[in-house]
DNA sequence: ACCTGAACACCGTTCAAGT
DNA sequence: ACCTGAACACCGTTCAAGT
């Protein structure tokens, strides 16, 4: 039957979730059991690497181990699972996220401007983790960390606190969305757009008349430009429900 | 070095991207050697039906030849690989969207918002197939006539060639983000968003001031509303851009 | 000529045997 | 007490041997 129902009353929450965020007490650091011979930072730092590297479907505990110098199974003294692996390093690219400067940014138009390009960022740096990325609501550690944050930049910026949750939703599905079909494994040369563009391009015009002629016309839009017009959009949508005045900026 | 640059010249296409669906003439159905003993439809439905219940992760190729009274070897008669049984899996989840009564529409914003909540419709009956979902732009013969059906759609009601393709693009990024986030098989239980908006609640106040306070605000938002909210900012940020004037419907 | 059992080289995970 | 080699039950894929 329901096979895939996780953090079922009673069963092991799954890795990454937020039950199992929440059983995890230390944030940061404190190894968990006496003095482990492997640095739990260096393993998830490798494993990211590797993800990097070789991608996550090539990406195995064997790899991981060999490349510490050590066996598969003194990964299980670390970590209970791969998956368990994974949502840490999941939270590790999140960490990359630099949002320390948001207090200077006048509007809350540009606080989600930021979030959302430096969220970008990130993942663009990190095309490989972007799988298990969009498999969970990122509520570990660092994920939490950027989303109080940015929810306190716009609070402080006189957003009503119900509209700047929901501003935060919804721009993050759209960096996700927007990460995973354009910059996703699958897709992920130097040269996708212009690659996507010339297919659409070749198609026969007869079966596809409105595709061919949006390809010819929109040849070569830079990805970038293309992510800016989807966030405009958001934004832009947001002010009809927000003031547009800057709140004063506090010292 | 770059281990992950599918579609490299020379190297073999990626199953599921562009290039490799460009090398499949035949849109529908004729098998591909003589009459195999077991239809292509068949497979495909079947690897459906198992995903759909096993989840993607325990979706093997012994499962799905021992469903169909079959040995694994025999699948590689009709596919080349498991990411090509995947590749197909995904285009016949984007086949069961109906945007057939699209012409009934009168605006613009009609359509995008009737394909939009469609294409959702589609991966929530689908919830474990949306991984694999995400991972490539849906240009198989379904993703590519639904992609048709809504830029004819959207040009014949005024909407310039320009926009009706990048409104199709940011909204189609929209969708596959939420889902992915809020339906993806790591929170795929029914009371996932209650759960969430909980462990949120039940966060440190000290620790997480904003995100408990907007948690404590936003108690029992239906998923449906919040999924709205997005795809309306998009809506009314592309008015901005377009004429508001319906096209006369013809006849 | 078509099909497939059985093997191949892996995989995540476990545990008894080592130090 | 801590670590880990070697095994376990799998996996996707191949191919020689069957019909």
Redesign the pocket.
């Known amino acids: 039957m329901a096979a895939a129902t996780p953090d079922a009353p009673g069963a092991a929450p799954v890795p990454g979730s937020p039950a199992w965020w929440a059983d995890r007490p230390e944030p940061r650091g404190a190894p968990r059991?006496?003095?482990?011979?492997?640095d739990t930072d260096h393993i998830i730092a490798t494993a990211l690497r590797l993800v990097d590297e070789h991608g996550a479907q090539?990406?195995?505990?064997?790899?991981?181990?060999d490349a510490l110098g050590?066996?598969?199974?003194?990964?299980?003294?670390h970590?209970?699972?791969?998956?368990?692996?994974l949502a840490h390093l999941v939270d590790r690219v999140l960490g990359e996220v630099d949002l320390s400067d948001l207090d200077a940014l006048a509007t809350w138009q540009e606080v989600l401007a930021a979030m959302a390009h430096r969220f970008y960022g990130a993942l663009r740096r990190h095309p490989n983790a972007v799988p298990p990325l969009m498999a969970q609501v990122p509520v570990g550690p660092n994920g939490l960390a950027q989303r109080e944050r940015v929810l306190h930049a716009l609070l402080d910026r006189g957003v009503p606190v119900g509209l700047a949750a929901r501003a935060f939703t919804a721009i993050g599905h759209y960096v996700i969305g927007f990460t995973a079909q354009q910059h996703g494994p699958t897709v992920a040369s130097p040269d996708a757009a212009p690659q996507l563009a010339s297919f659409y391009r070749r198609l026969d015009p007869t079966a596809y008349p409105a595709i061919t002629r949006a390809a010819a016309t929109l040849t070569s839009v830079p990805l970038i430009e293309e992510f800016r017009f989807g966030l405009d959009l958001l934004i832009t949508g947001l002010e009809r429900h927000a003031p547009r005045t800057p709140a004063p900026a506090g010292p």
């Open positions: 059991r006496g003095r482990p011979a492997l090539a990406f195995s505990l064997r790899m991981l181990a050590s066996g598969t199974a003194t990964l299980y003294r970590f209970a699972s791969k998956d368990e692996i």
